[in-house]
């Protein structure tokens, strides 16, 4: 059985930071290109970031690139966001997700659909305060 599950979401003021982390288990980790993705209250979920099977490869959301980095260890079954320079607008329930088995992220533009992802955790809301 597949398992993501996010913690590190909370309250935080704008211009603050926080360090999300997805754990997985139930699947062979590094098979698996890892997403991240958000949703506010009243809009779709949207993309944020995404890895690469080994971690060499990244992509981002304009609206996040520069600000929120992306990582993952292969060896604890980990993928973390590092979220800087936080905004009001970057409220919303985050979503760790895992799909594209065996495949290669080679180009920026791919798996930023929802639809690419099979495998998704129950969310961590995030909070950003004026």
């Known amino acids: 059985q597949v398992q993501l599950v996010e913690s590190g979401g909370g309250l935080v003021q704008a211009g603050g930071s926080l360090r999300l982390s997805c754990a997985a288990s139930?699947?062979?980790?590094?098979?698996?290109?890892m997403g991240w993705f958000r949703q506010a209250p009243g809009k779709e979920r949207e993309f944020v970031a995404v890895?690469?099977?080994?971690?060499?490869?990244?992509d981002s959301a304009d609206s996040v690139k520069g600000r929120f980095t992306v990582s993952r260890d292969n060896a604890k079954n980990t993928v973390d966001l590092h979220m800087d320079s936080l905004k009001p607008e970057d409220t919303a329930v985050y979503y760790c997700?895992?799909?594209?088995?065996?495949?290669?992220?080679?180009?920026?533009?791919?798996?930023?659909?929802?639809?690419?992802?099979?495998?998704w955790g129950r969310g961590t809301q995030v909070t950003v305060s004026s």
């Open positions: 997700a895992a799909g594209g088995w065996g495949r290669t992220l080679t180009s920026s533009q791919m798996f930023r659909s929802r639809y690419d992802y099979i495998y």
């Open positions: 890895i690469s099977r080994r971690g060499g490869t990244t």
């Open positions: 139930g699947l062979t980790f590094s098979d698996y290109i």
